[in-house]
Structures are given as C-alpha cells and as structure tokens.
C-alpha cells in the first residue's frame, strides 16, 4: 500500500525553465511534508519542508505548495539549473519527528 | 564533520552467506534507521532504533536484524541472505523528539548489496 505517490518517474526541462514536480499520498494522518534530492552514489539530502498548516513554503528557488483536501503537494524549482537534476523524493510524516515514508521519486533532468 | 558512515559502499554475496552492513554517527543522535531503495518502489524502512537497546520493525523487516549496543553504532544484519533482498541500502540518523523539521534526517550514502 503505497501512501506516499509520485506518479511521475521522470522529468526533463530546459535551464532556465519551472520544473514542477509532484505528489499525491492517502493517509490523511500525515501532517509534515518533506522533499529530499538525491545524487547518484549520494545518500538523499533534505531540501524543504512544510507542515500541513501552511499552504505554501518558499526557500530560494525550491517552493513547495500543499494542498491538503485534495491530499496534494508539489515542488516548483525556478529557474532550474543543470545541477538540480536528480532524484527527487517526497516524503510524510504523522509527527513532526516521526517515521518518513517516501514516494517513489522523480529523476530531473534539467538540460543546458 | 557531522556524518553518517556506512561500510561497505558495494557488497557482492551469495545466498545464505550471513553479511553485516555496518552505520556509524557522530552526531549522537538517539534515532538511526535503516532504508532500503528499489526501483519504483522509492525507500522503504526496514528497521529503526530510538535509542540504545530500543529498536523496531519498518516495514519490509523480514529476512533482517539490527542492534543497538552504542548510541553511534547501528549495524544491518543478513543472517542468510537471498536475491530478493538485492538492493541499495540506506542508514539515517536524526535527533529524536525535535520539532524542527528542518533537522530531517542525515542519510549516509549507501550500500550497494548484490545477493547471487
């Protein structure tokens, strides 16, 4: 039972470009939202967050959006540039320091 | 430099050989984890440790074992590994009880397990 789902396996734009990647998850426990970028031969690294009291959460050029009825969340990279390309995976929490469970990740290919 | 350390980076065994992956931390962090990553199927927890002499199933702990015997120290252990259990494996440690999300996790960076 997959509770955490990215749909999309892959992803490519243009440098300069908005890439928006996103995920959908069942469990309506989940209250915190994480979304972590992963390098080949890296383990993953924590990019954002928000928790389901916010709507939106901006860091530089990483947003990340909830929308909590329609159990949704996105992350929009602007511009994207050729280092963001990399696995990108969601992930949700019911507590703020309790277990992640991950999406399947999206791979981002920002071409020059 | 704060870290997650885990040996080795690439294993190659065969079946039913008993292996152990090895994670260490210097963070002392009281909560370390143990993910495995598959195509499609993203990471998905395997075991977890709140603290020394305290630990958990995930959820695909079958064919697995941990211990806790020191804060730093939380090794993987395969008594009779199989095929399936091929994989990219990831330990993680973060503070425990935080409510600072932007803490997250600390992943190492990985181990490539083969099981022929």
């Known amino acids: 039972d997959q509770q955490v789902k990215q749909n999309s396996p892959s992803l490519s734009v243009q440098e300069g470009r908005i890439s928006i990647l996103n995920c959908d998850y069942t469990?309506?426990?989940?209250?915190?939202f994480l979304w972590y970028k992963k390098y080949p031969a890296e383990g993953p690294t924590f990019l954002i967050s928000i928790s389901s009291i916010k709507d939106k959460n901006e860091d530089g050029r990483f947003t990340v959006f909830l929308n909590k009825s329609a159990k949704h969340l996105s992350l929009h990279i602007v511009p994207s540039q050729p280092g963001d390309s990399a696995v990108y995976f969601c992930?949700?929490?019911?507590?703020?320091?309790?277990?992640?469970?991950f999406g399947q990740g999206t791979i981002l290919t920002v071409h020059p | 430099e704060a870290q997650v350390t885990q040996n080795p980076r690439y294993l190659i065994t065969v079946t039913g050989k008993k292996l152990t992956v090895t994670c260490s931390q210097n963070?002392?962090?009281?909560?370390m984890s143990w993910y495995r990553q598959d195509p499609g199927l993203g990471l998905r927890q395997i075991y977890y440790s709140m603290n020394v002499e305290v630990t958990d199933k995930g959820d695909v702990p079958e064919g697995y074992k941990v211990s806790r015997k020191e804060k730093r120290n939380f090794p993987l252990i395969l008594e009779s590994p199989s095929p399936n259990q091929t994989s990219l494996y990831f330990c993680a440690s973060r503070v425990l009880g935080t409510g600072n999300l932007n803490y997250g996790y600390t992943f190492g960076s990985g181990t490539r397990l083969t099981v022929v």
């Open positions: 992930a949700a929490q019911r507590t703020s320091y309790g277990k992640l469970t």
């Open positions: 469990n309506s426990m989940f209250d915190y």
């Open positions: 963070m002392n962090h009281e909560y």
